[in-house]
């Protein structure tokens, strides 16, 4: 009922009521609520009655007067509507049709994304769907019927383009349409067919463009605004738009993480209050599949990351051996300081842990990009260096020898294998730390005697 707001039709409610309150139906306390509530309606009379079927509710607007009878009254809410449907003036009955039917749609809204919740909290949901589903939501015709969708990542200064959902053309648009009346679709249909490497053709006309966020000041408030594109021109023709189109900064608290913007590009339609709910509600959504994603995304690195050292982890290093491709070929480095047992004996655990973090800082900023550093274990690193070139090994770990020789004053010792030349990895890494012991003996990098 409160829908009727918007409709901005003022009504008075009349309220025939028996004397004993046991006896008067429930609905009939539910208007005289309704009127007290709603700013367009107000409670003309309240009269007693002195028997019990001669309670009723007399509701009169501008567009005529309509009676619910003590039988009426006595109905549910669902046949209470449908008969005010079928029986009230035509602009009413169309109005409350209008509001039921938008209600249903938005329902079917809020089913989708409880669709897509459930698809995300599964292990096998990846981003990329998740963001297509979103768009498909907003533009679908059995939720925000938009003709076109997009997403954008925020970056300092600026939106970037990421995602889209829509036709190209005019002509592309029909076809699409006509396509849409021969088939049925709903979200769960669309997240169990579609890839996670689908990538819509609309995407050719925007990628790599950008909005700068200075432009979108005036809108970054969380909420959807409905703009014509002699407003923000410069976004209406980076992005092809033809009237009015929707924009909505995705916030999380203060923070912004994206931008969606959606318009009726093709049918040229105003742009809807449901739409703009659809929109609003979806989008809501959206900053909480992100930000949740970022959050697992932060604590899976947490995991990964040991927090002394900042290398890899024991536990990122079991999830690497075990990921291995077939395909894959590199060198198994060990590395182990020396007397580092008994310096933390001596000077005590603080001093073995400050000497642990230079150990890290030295190994992470002295391996190359595509090489991967793990804390094996107490003060043993293992490295995996993408190359079987023993040149190409003996600069990387006399970098290393040199920052924290230069840092601290000790050295360590290093034992090389290579992967899969000597077997497969359990055996290249016993070759490698077998090196590492002799190389305590020698002083120098063990490499294997022939690859």
């Known amino acids: 009922m409160s829908e009727i707001v918007k409709y901005k039709i003022p009504m008075s409610v009349d309220l025939f009521v028996y004397y004993e309150p046991e006896e008067v139906p429930e609905n009939l306390y539910k208007f005289w609520r309704i009127a007290r509530k709603l700013p367009n ?34 109905l549910s809410a669902t046949d209470i509507v449908y008969n005010m449907i079928r029986e009230t003036t035509p602009y009413i009955s169309r109005t409350l049709f209008e509001i039921h039917q938008n209600a249903t749609r938005f329902a079917q809204s809020f089913v989708n994304t409880s669709l897509i919740t459930e698809y995300v909290l599964k292990p096998e949901s990846d981003i990329n769907t998740t963001l297509y589903a979103f768009l498909t939501g907003i533009t679908a015709g059995y939720s925000g019927s938009f003709n076109r969708a ?27 349409w006509e396509a849409i009346e021969d ?14 490497d689908f990538t ?28 014509n594109r002699s407003v923000l021109p410069t976004i209406a023709d980076e992005f092809d738009i033809v009237n009015e189109f929707v924009i909505m ?41 992100i930000e949740n994603r970022r959050f697992l995304e932060s604590l899976k690195e947490r995991a990964e990351i040991d927090a002394l050292t900042e290398l890899k982890s024991r536990r990122a290093f079991e999830e690497f051996i075990n990921n291995i491709y077939p395909s894959q070929s590199f060198a198994v480095v060990f590395l182990d300081l020396n007397k580092f047992k008994a310096i933390n004996d001596t000077q005590g655990h603080e001093k073995g842990d400050e000497l642990l973090r230079i150990w890290g800082m030295c190994v992470n900023s002295c391996i190359r990009k595509d090489d991967v550093a793990f804390r094996y274990g107490g003060d043993e690193v293992v490295l995996i260096l993408n190359t079987l070139e023993e040149s190409d090994i003996e600069k990387v770990v006399r970098r290393i020898e040199e ?5 601290t004053g000790l050295t360590f010792s290093s034992g090389v294998s290579f992967y899969p030349l000597e077997g497969d990895i359990q055996r290249v890494l016993r070759l490698a730390d077998e090196r590492c012991y002799r190389s305590k003996l020698s002083g120098k990098i063990e490499f294997p005697s022939q690859k």
Not at 183 to 196: A, G, H, Q, R
Request: aromatic letters at 8%.
């Open 41 to 74: 309606a107000n409670i003309g009379r309240i009269i007693v009655v002195e028997k019990v079927e001669d309670q009723k509710v007399v509701i009169t607007s501008s567009h005529g007067e309509y009676t619910l009878t003590y039988e009426a009254l006595n």
């Open 150 to 176: 997009m997403f954008f990542y925020h970056r300092t200064g600026e939106f970037v383009f990421q995602k889209a959902i829509g036709p190209r053309t005019l002509e592309e648009a029909h076809e699409l």
């Open 183 to 196: 088939i049925e679709l709903n979200m769960t249909d669309f997240l169990e067919t579609v890839s996670k």
């Open 200 to 227: 819509s053709e609309i995407e050719t006309l925007y990628r790599g463009k950008s909005i700068s966020e200075n432009i979108l000041s005036d809108f970054l408030d969380g909420e959807p605004h409905v703009v």
């Open 249 to 289: 900064a995705l916030k999380s608290g203060d923070s912004i993480v994206g931008l969606l913007l959606a318009d009726n590009n093709f049918d040229l339609k105003e742009i809807t209050d449901y739409q703009i709910s659809v929109l609003r509600n979806l989008g809501n959504q959206m900053v909480l599949v």
């Open 403 to 407: 920052c924290f020789k230069k840092s």
